[in-house]
DNA sequence: CGGGCACTTGATAGTAATCAAGTCCGGTGG
DNA sequence: CCACCGGACTTGATTACTATCAAGTGCCCG
């Protein structure tokens, strides 16, 4: 393990910079020299790394932990637009102009960070090209994933908005379990409710129906048991 | 001008090419080569360009013309995410690899494209690198809208939904008047309630009552006077 | 084991969806 | 140019649902 390369004492003898899509082109020996232009820093749960309007100088790419992105609204509430987990990127829209961060971002668990400094990351960019359109595809489906939200925000019913977020978060962080999928939740009930735009009663009320009507089952407060998946899909349409 | 490269008779001697944002980093004598590989395509009010679903071989750029980008849900609802004009592309998401788009897009109104296959665009894009980065610009500024459309819909109060989205459509299609500012809409009742989730009943009723407070001025089904701006603000709030 | 905070559950009120008439606009044909 | 027609829009009454307010319960961490 490289020292100079990787300070930090997670990262299992590989470079981070090889968990990151955006530069999965590169060699090993390319690898290397952007290591040399990375710095680290690691955030307790509840630390913001940035705040919306703020304009941060660097790219920040998550090499452990999870954060949400969020707006807060005039009227004091919270808007989550994104949760970004290990090999994820926020700060893209500094790096071609002067951009201010659009969202607040908070730890949501112990993280750790590289920061590539703008000025370097347009070095890197005119150096590998193919490191631009790696980021495009990135781009590409975090707007997947919004297009998907805005239709979920739209859905006429409450239940829908529900079963949607669930059946997210079992794709993002389902294991497989002998009755079903089991979900350890990213968000509490309030941050759930920020993310699809409801209360916290609302959800905390639907996801009891959920659970009484025999589709899934709440294992304490940060993990549900998903055993029905179909009715949940149904509930969607 | 020269028929070869743009057969519409509407560029008024200028290339397609040069309108649109992607291509700016290029000179004349590059662009002409681009405009080799365009074909044009024309729509009437109505016609379909793509369906939700379908993949596409081609980047698609609205020449002249508006169109709306949608998402059918399956409760039968249609959920408005883009309004695409002049300048704007669509189709992006097929460029690299093998997607089905994730949305149906319409033309609102007569409406001229040009097409690139999506071959001659990877060759194009690693003649020039930098239609890569100016990409990456446009996809920037879309998330930054779904992002802005997304803290709306989450947004407590309906006035609020329908003030963003009128002071939206003021920013875009807005023109000076004496009086305010003259908006040309360019979605229906139905269309904005599409665009905001709510039904055309709702939006009807909530500019009805902008009107009565004297914010805006409804003239006939399409256009409307916006008197006072900063009312409208205070609504977001 | 205890305390604080998150979550659940209940009651109430406000608001938007729905259902249902009417009215107006804009385009078409005489 | 005017009259007519159909679709879009407005307005009204009712219903259904979720936000809000409020009280309790249970989970989780020290």
Redesign the pocket.
């Known amino acids: 393990m490289n020292k100079t390369i990787c300070g930090c004492n997670k990262c299992n003898h590989k470079l981070c910079t090889q968990r990151v899509s955006i530069f999965s082109s590169l060699n090993i020996e390319q690898l290397e020299k952007v290591g040399e232009l990375i710095n680290h820093k690691e955030y307790k749960k509840g630390d913001l790394l940035i705040m919306e309007g703020e304009s941060s100088e660097s790219l920040v790419i998550i090499n452990e932990g999870q954060v949400k992105a969020f707006k807060t609204t005039q009227?004091g509430r919270e808007q989550i637009l994104y949760i970004f987990s290990e090999g994820d990127f926020f700060g893209e829209r500094n790096l071609l102009r002067d951009f201010a961060s659009p969202y607040s971002v908070e730890a949501l668990e112990e993280t750790h960070v590289c920061l590539i400094h703008k000025s370097d990351f347009q070095i890197l960019v005119k150096s590998f090209p193919d490191i631009a359109v790696k980021i495009m595809e990135e781009l590409c489906q975090r707007l997947d994933r919004l297009e998907h939200a805005l239709e979920t925000m739209g859905a006429?019913?409450?239940?829908a908005r529900v079963s949607s977020v669930i059946l997210e978060f079992a794709e993002k962080y389902g294991k497989e379990h002998p009755k079903g999928i089991l979900i350890e939740?990213p968000?509490?009930?309030?941050?759930?409710?920020n993310y699809i735009?409801?209360?916290?009663?609302?959800?905390?009320?639907?996801?009891?129906l959920l659970?009484s009507e025999g589709i899934l089952e709440?294992?304490?407060?940060?993990?549900i048991l998903l055993l029905d998946r179909v009715a949940l899909e149904k509930n969607i349409e």
């Open positions: 009227d006429r019913t409450v239940e939740l968000l509490s009930r309030e941050g759930i409710a735009g409801l209360t916290r009663e609302t959800v905390s009320r639907k996801m009891s659970q709440m294992i304490g407060n940060k993990k």
